[in-house]
């Protein structure tokens, strides 16, 4: 069983940054391949990034790719997601997930074994 509590999230205006974490708990951390999801509001929740246990692969969404950044530590079991130039239409709850194994492929939400409560991010204009 693998625990996730994500934090970092905030109010920040468009253009600014932020960085999220994702600590886990339980399970071996560096064999779960780890996500970040967020869920607008009236939105279906999105894909935002993922990374292999060994975080030599990276996925991103369209919207995102070169202005986030997904990363991990395995000697703390965190995962990070570093967001630049961020835009209004970033808004959002941003969760963790997790899913055992990394098939090479992002994986949508309903393949995910383990998500975190998720943490809001405001993006003002």
């Known amino acids: 069983q693998v625990q996730l509590v994500e934090s970092g999230g905030g109010v920040v205006q468009a253009g600014g940054s932020l960085r999220l974490s994702c600590a886990a708990s339980g399970g071996t951390f560096s064999s779960v391949f780890m996500n970040w999801f967020r869920q607008a509001p009236g939105k279906e929740r999105e894909f935002v990034a993922g990374i292999s246990g060994s975080g030599f692969f990276t996925h991103y969404g369209d919207s995102e790719k070169g202005r986030f950044t997904i990363s991990r530590d395995n000697a703390k079991n965190v995962v990070y997601l570093q967001m630049n130039s961020l835009k209004v239409e970033d808004t959002a709850v941003y969760y963790c997930?997790?899913?055992?194994?990394?098939?090479?492929?992002?994986?949508?939400?309903?393949?995910?074994?383990?998500w975190g409560k998720g943490t809001l991010v405001t993006v003002s204009s």
């Open positions: 997930a997790a899913k055992r194994g990394y098939t090479g492929s992002v994986v949508g939400s309903s393949g995910m074994d383990y």
